[in-house]
């Protein structure tokens, strides 16, 4: 049974970093897409923005454009260890963020997914 465990989140001003991390645990197969999910404040299950997919053969990630050029998805040198640094952070960027995995090349996450239980990320001044 996968299961994953998110850290790092807090609270930061605007235009500050944070580092987020997955440990992941479990994996039959090292062939899996990994993604970060943001639930914004008020917003349901079903609401979560797909923040970042990366394929773990390949290692390609592909971000949400809200979010481009600001954050960053990297692995710990091959394990199953993931990171989301977070850079230039803006009041919006605020939610709770959960990592997400399935076996397979597509990134395309169902509920029934594998999901950690979040954790919570506040900008604000």
């Known amino acids: 049974q996968v299961q994953l465990v998110e850290s790092g989140g807090g609270l930061v001003q605007p235009g500050g970093s944070l580092r987020l991390s997955c440990v992941g645990s479990g994996f039959l197969l090292d062939y899996y897409v990994l993604g970060w999910f943001r639930q914004a404040p008020g917003k349901s299950r079903d609401e979560r923005e797909e923040v970042s997919c990366t394929v773990s053969d390949d290692g390609k990630t592909s971000y949400a454009d809200s979010v481009k050029g600001r954050f960053t998805v990297s692995r710990d040198n091959g394990g199953h260890t993931w990171y989301l640094h977070m850079d230039n952070l803006k009041p919006e960027d605020t939610g709770v963020y959960y990592c997400?995995?399935?076996?397979?090349?597509?990134?395309?996450?169902?509920?029934?997914?594998?999901w950690g239980q979040g954790t919570q990320v506040t900008v604000s001044s």
């Open positions: 997400a995995t399935r076996y397979g090349s597509a990134c395309i996450f169902k509920v029934d997914d594998y």
